[in-house]
């Protein structure tokens, strides 16, 4: 290795997701989604290769803020998945997420951001067909949108968290 | 800190589409990675000594496996780091398999993937902090959710063990479909005299204790300490003082009330016991049917009754009960054939379900183990069974085989020839599954010895001629159509998750597939345990089973529990949430929203207000990491800066 930080020297492999350099960062619960995502790589259901996953313990546990600022720094895409409503492992952290992200969304055209970059939908564990569905449409949608210019910012301070455990 | 990252081939299932060596290569660039080296199979014996080694030799303080999905191998390899000596909380996995290399075949863009996953897992590891667990005491008793054979097994086995075990079941008996069976297949057992046993020693047995006509009416806590309450339905008799002599039975003269035991077939009285052999042998009052109930004057069981135990003005009473572990075997219901129009749509009388022809076989139905028509009472000559009937058939959304109908329609058929040897019996079948230790040459006999007619093909058409219903279906094999006009048509109706399976489960927070059927937790290496820790499954309840299987998974799920309760303790999970009193604004919001009111005030000097998280009851979802306004609440593992930092290397 003679570059130190090859994250900003690597060169773009040359692919048809990397041609026009798509990203897409999916949430995904930890005990439906994440498990429906599993379920469908089981199954060796084909899917884009644009997404690329965080493991979250529950869709309750998703601030705002991460789809903010994944979208506002230049992520083409942002894709919450979480439990069916009533099916939740902690009983209601989706539905507080759906109510944030309702209204999240409809701050993202005050924040120069096309809505349809992001979405959000419930997969089960065991919807394995359903997740290849949702990811296919979803990284379509993304490519007919383009990259993402992000937006931009006087200054990144308000997007620093307070962190009081680090 | 110094990271080592370990990729794995997976044999062929990584390497195949992903150049592992070239993940490797780059994740040697990555801040903080000293090591990086790929593996054919990182989970094996040597593939985990080479991770152990690696952190001795290169003083490794974190760990990142790229391989399979953390839901599979994340607990073995956090044993594995944890020996090296690491807190098994210094690891992170990156999942390069289910979700890159089995779901494309681009090797260029899946590498590049698994590389963008890697350094997300890296960034993250690098602000994890070691985590410690405590021990925390369990409850050792078991709630048994269903008393049919799986839930019996279970409940036994652990009380064989010598635990306490609370046992809820929403009839009037315990014994659940098996106890409505005549025999079982393959050995023509007599159903009631294998069953019979077991049911009186759950009633015998003084550690179980058994609520039935009972429902559960809330769950709350977790693994080793869940507090339920039990919803006592009204019966109208006092259970306590009843001997179950049956007078009441007698002398009661409201006659046709539904008897939901024999699948309607019979009439049975407005208070009754079900079956001779009922455990508990209790009466109960059907208050649809009751005259008393209903405003006429009546009372007549109250006078008769030699203990006085009616009650007419019985009300439903919730107990509470605490357990420290849940075992769910609530079985499964039979399809509702009256959606097939082609077979009358449930309205022709000598068309009935495999379950009514069992009450008709049995010598504790409705008419005595003689076999009549429901019509006219009259011997059938001819009986035709059709197959498939609510299985593999997409069109009434239920595509999936339900595993028993071929080997019941066999056993049925048989026993309609020892009943009535000038009887003809036919089946029209799709193909025959039999995949069972003497399933098989069990078929065989009915064709062979017993001279069933086998006709391969689906049934179009039921129509009445007269007193027999006509049946015209192909025969796919000669390629002809066939007319059999029969004198009683048994379907072999399908099996589907017991009615209010989905209430259920959001009350015990596990998930249930798209036809209600609960889910396990992993389809081959974990059949008997759920996503939620401390709760267990057995039996139908989990996917259509014959009576062996639901045997050997209620004993499969005990086992689970008794080796839970080995234990006085559990380890607690420690990724849970923390407050930073110095950046808590005491605004409350985490209190309101946490769902486990696992958030309280905490007064410091000076009456100073603050929250405070209760480690023990918190379960880790992160609602008030996500609502705290100044962020002072941290989930830990999945902290804001954990997360972000893994968002951060996508954001380039």
Request: aromatic letters at 8%; hydrophobic letters at 40%.
């Amino acid at each position: 290795m003679t570059d130190s930080n090859p994250r900003s020297s690597a060169p773009a492999e040359d692919t048809a997701a990397n041609r026009q350099g798509i990203k897409i960062v999916g949430f995904l619960c930890n005990w439906c989604s994440y498990g429906g995502a599993d379920t469908a790589g089981v199954c060796r259901f084909k899917q884009p290769t644009d997404l690329r996953v965080v493991r979250i313990p529950c869709t309750g546990r998703m601030d705002p803020l991460f789809i903010a600022k994944s979208l506002i720094y230049g992520v083409d895409g942002v894709l919450v998945s979480g439990c069916h409503p009533r099916d939740c492992h902690y009983a209601v952290g989706n539905f507080y997420a759906r109510r944030r992200m309702e209204a999240f969304k409809a701050f993202l055209p005050f924040m120069g951001i096309d809505t349809r970059r992001f979405k959000y939908t419930w997969v089960s564990a065991s919807e394995g067909q359903q997740w290849q569905k949702v990811v296919t449409e979803f990284s379509e949608q993304i490519h007919m949108l383009g990259p993402n210019p992000g937006v931009e910012l006087r200054s990144g301070e308000i997007l620093k968290v307070s962190s009081g455990l680090k | 800190m110094r990271i080592g990252v370990f990729v794995c081939n997976c044999g062929t299932n990584i390497a195949g589409t992903v150049d592992t060596k070239k993940v490797a290569a780059e994740a040697l660039g990555f801040a903080d990675v000293v090591y990086a080296t790929n593996y054919m199979y990182t989970c094996s014996e040597p593939g985990q000594q080479e991770i152990q080694r690696a952190i001795a030799e290169q003083g490794l303080q974190g760990v990142v496996v790229a391989a399979c999905s953390p839901r599979m191998h994340e607990p073995t390899f956090r044993r594995a780091v944890e020996k090296a000596g690491l807190n098994r909380y210094m690891f992170e996995m990156a999942n390069i398999r289910e979700h890159v290399s089995w779901i494309g075949n681009d090797r260029e863009a899946n590498t590049s993937k698994a590389i963008d996953l890697v350094r997300m897992a890296v960034a993250k590891l690098r602000f994890n902090a070691p985590l410690f667990s405590s021990k925390m005491p369990v409850n050792k008793r078991l709630l048994v959710i269903g008393g049919g054979v799986a839930g019996i097994q279970a409940a036994l086995d652990c009380a064989d063990g010598g635990m306490d075990v609370v046992m809820v079941e929403r009839q009037q008996y315990i014994g659940g479909k098996m106890a409505k069976l005549d025999k079982t297949f393959p050995t023509i057992d007599c159903s009631s005299c294998i069953l019979g046993p077991k049911m009186v020693d759950v009633a015998q047995k003084e550690n179980i204790t058994l609520y039935a006509a009972s429902e559960i009416e809330s769950i709350s806590g977790y693994i080793g300490n869940f507090t339920v309450e039990i919803r006592k339905k009204t019966t109208f008799v006092n259970w306590e003082a009843c001997t179950g002599c049956g007078a009441c039975m007698e002398k009661c003269p409201s006659k046709k009330a539904a008897d939901y035991f024999n699948e309607g077939l019979g009439a049975a009285r407005a208070i009754n016991i079900p079956f001779p052999q009922a455990i508990p042998k209790k009466a109960m009052i059907d208050a649809a049917y009751c005259r008393q109930l209903n405003g006429k004057k009546c009372g007549v069981c109250a006078k008769i009754c030699p203990v006085k135990a009616i009650d007419f003005e019985m009300k439903d009473e919730i107990v509470t009960e605490k357990v420290g572990a849940i075992i769910v075997a609530t079985g499964y219901d039979l399809f509702d054939h009256a959606v097939y129009g082609e077979y009358g749509g449930g309205r022709y009388p000598d068309v009935i379900s495999g379950l009514q022809y069992e009450r008709i076989l049995s010598a504790s139905g409705p008419f005595g183990g003689h076999i009549r028509r429901p019509s006219d009472g009259k011997e059938p000559k001819e009986i035709v069974f059709i197959s498939c009937v609510g299985s593999r058939d997409a069109s009434v959304g239920r595509p999936y085989c339900s595993g028993i109908c071929c080997m019941y329609i066999a056993k049925q058929a048989i026993l309609t020839r020892d009943h009535l040897p000038e009887s003809n019996s036919y089946v029209f079948y799709m193909d025959i599954r039999s995949p069972g230790k003497n399933y098989d040459e069990f078929v065989r006999r009915a064709q062979e010895e017993y001279g069933v007619q086998y006709i391969r093909g689906r049934v179009g058409k039921i129509y009445r001629r007269g007193e027999r219903m006509v049946v015209q279906g192909a025969d796919t094999l000669l390629g002809v159509q066939v007319e059999v006009e029969a004198d009683l048509v048994v379907l072999a109706t399908g099996v589907e998750s017991s009615l209010g399976a989905g209430e259920l489960a959001e009350k015990l927070r596990i998930s249930y597939d798209q036809y209600g059927f609960y889910m396990e937790s992993h389809p081959k290496l974990r059949p008997v345990e759920t996503n939620t820790a401390g709760v267990y499954l057995a039996g139908a309840c989990q996917g259509p089973k014959d009576i062996p299987s639901s045997v050997a998974q209620g004993s499969a799920a005990a086992s689970k529990v008794q080796s839970l309760f080995a234990h006085d303790t559990i380890e607690t999970n420690p990724q849970v949430a923390l407050v930073n009193e110095r950046n808590c604004i005491a605004c409350g919001k985490c209190i309101q929203v946490c769902p486990f009111g696992a958030i309280q005030w905490k007064e410091l000097r000076g009456g100073i207000k603050k929250a405070e998280v209760l480690a023990s009851v918190c379960q880790g979802c992160g609602v008030c990491n996500a609502t705290c306004p100044p962020k002072a609440i941290q989930l830990q593992h999945a902290t804001d800066n954990q997360i972000l930092a893994e968002v951060n290397e996508l954001c380039a």
